[in-house]
């Protein structure tokens, strides 16, 4: 399938059959019709199992034979994760397969027949609609080691969410029954400090032990940077805590808990990064981009993640456009919008490349230089944040080159005509 707008419609052609299909949990509906918007035989509903793919199979099969098509393209409005098994079935067995924008649906819904109504029946007719115009794209389906990579930092992220919501529920235990801990530890994940929410989580605790007996257990988990004075610290603090003192036995026991669950999400994600770097250093061209200064693996890996095989791409501003880094603005007569970018895309993309800039203006020669030009030039310079957001479009156009060639980043290239403005 091809990606300018003329090119999707031409190949919208009469041997054409067009498949609408409303994607719902257990049962989707489908509607077929011409390159004209006539419509075929009734709605056909199918189960979301193998037996349901194959009854779609057949009634696609059974249409082209009675109207004498010998192309067939199905199309969907992607609604969660349900319509994936679908699209993976129908692209082995060597189907076009395309989605449409559900806010198209939505705007478009009342064009044939004037009423906001809305049910599955009707959607998989104004999906196949909009499919005839050409109003359609084709979905990024990733497979081999691409796929890996997605599932891989989608584990990542959830393992990242899991650990910051647990931090979170142990600085809230310390800041009920023992607020006065973050006053010696600044650090609560540090080893002494661990230690001491292991063994002397509330100031009940502590106040019972010698400030001997509290650097001996420390000693224990750490060599060096503690001593008899901040064990003494920890104990006269303890003797002037505000903390709760009701409801110990099970606050311990949730203490004990989320220090557990913590050291376990730590050793699962240091795992899976380590596995994603391997992984990620298979891909072509990936070696080249982890090299460049302030770019690290997980960025890599995540920019894979989304895209795909940036082989599969013919120019990297189809990228920006997946991003959402397109600008637009809104204009009319005199009036002058402001420019925007258009936030329409993978919106996992548009962060992980926002997340990767910052630190590339921080610490790479050739970024700060661009950052600086675009913030302090004489005609139209930009804000601070305008020009991470445009360094961001700069960004995809390096991955992109790199991944294309296999090439070294050359920062010089980038600087080219700056110098003399």
Not at 125 to 141: C, E, F, M, T
Not at 277 to 287: D, N, S
Not at 395 to 412: A, N, Y
Request: charged share 30%; aromatic share 8%; net charge positive.
């Amino acid at each position: 399938m091809n990606y300018t707008q003329n090119e999707k419609i031409s190949q919208i052609t009469p041997s054409s059959l067009i498949v609408g299909i409303d994607i719902a949990k257990e049962k989707h509906v489908a509607r077929a019709q011409d390159d004209r918007g006539m419509e075929f035989g009734k709605r056909l509903i199918f189960e979301n199992r193998e037996h349901g793919f194959e009854m779609l199979c057949e009634w696609v099969v059974k249409h082209q034979k009675k109207q004498g098509k010998n192309h067939v393209i199905f199309g969907v409005e992607p609604t969660g994760h349900y319509w994936l098994s679908l699209a993976y079935y129908l692209k082995e067995r060597g189907f076009d397969f395309v989605i449409v924008n559900p806010m198209h649906v939505k705007k478009s819904k009342e064009l044939d027949d004037n009423s906001p109504t809305k049910n599955d029946t009707k959607d998989a007719k104004v999906i196949a609609q909009l499919i005839k115009d050409g109003r359609y794209s084709v979905p990024n389906l990733l497979e081999g080691i691409y796929a890996e990579l997605r599932e891989g930092v989608k584990v990542r992220d959830q393992l990242s969410k899991q650990l910051m919501i647990t931090e979170g529920r142990i600085q809230n235990n310390l800041q009920r029954y023992f607020p006065e801990f973050f006053d010696v530890f600044k650090d609560w994940s540090g080893k002494a400090a661990i230690c001491s929410l292991r063994c002397f989580p509330f100031p009940s605790d502590v106040i019972q032990l010698t400030a001997e007996a509290v650097l001996a257990q420390w000693k224990t988990e750490v060599k060096a940077g503690v001593g008899i004075k901040r064990a003494q610290q920890l104990i006269d603090k303890a003797n002037k805590s505000i903390g709760i003192q009701e409801g110990l036995r099970f606050a311990k026991r949730e203490i004990h808990d989320l220090l557990d669950q913590y050291m376990l999400y730590q050793q699962q994600l240091e795992a899976i990064e380590e596995e994603l770097e391997e992984l990620v250093k298979e891909i072509p061209g990936a070696v080249e981009m982890i090299a460049i200064r302030g770019i690290g693996a997980m960025t890599v890996a995540g920019f894979y993640a989304e895209v795909g095989d940036i082989r599969r791409y013919r120019h990297p501003q189809q990228v920006i456009n997946m991003a959402g880094y397109t600008l637009k603005e809104h204009s009319s007569g005199k009036h002058k919008g402001q420019t925007r970018i258009t936030k329409r895309g993978r919106s996992k993309l548009r962060k992980l490349l926002y997340m990767a800039v910052r630190p590339l203006v921080a610490h790479n020669p050739t970024f700060q230089a661009l950052h600086e030009y675009y913030t302090n030039r004489k005609e139209r310079p930009l804000k601070k944040q305008q020009s991470l957001i445009a360094l961001c479009g700069k960004l995809i156009r390096v991955l992109f080159v790199i991944g294309q060639r296999q090439c070294e980043f050359d920062g010089s290239k980038l600087l080219q005509g700056i110098a003399s403005k």
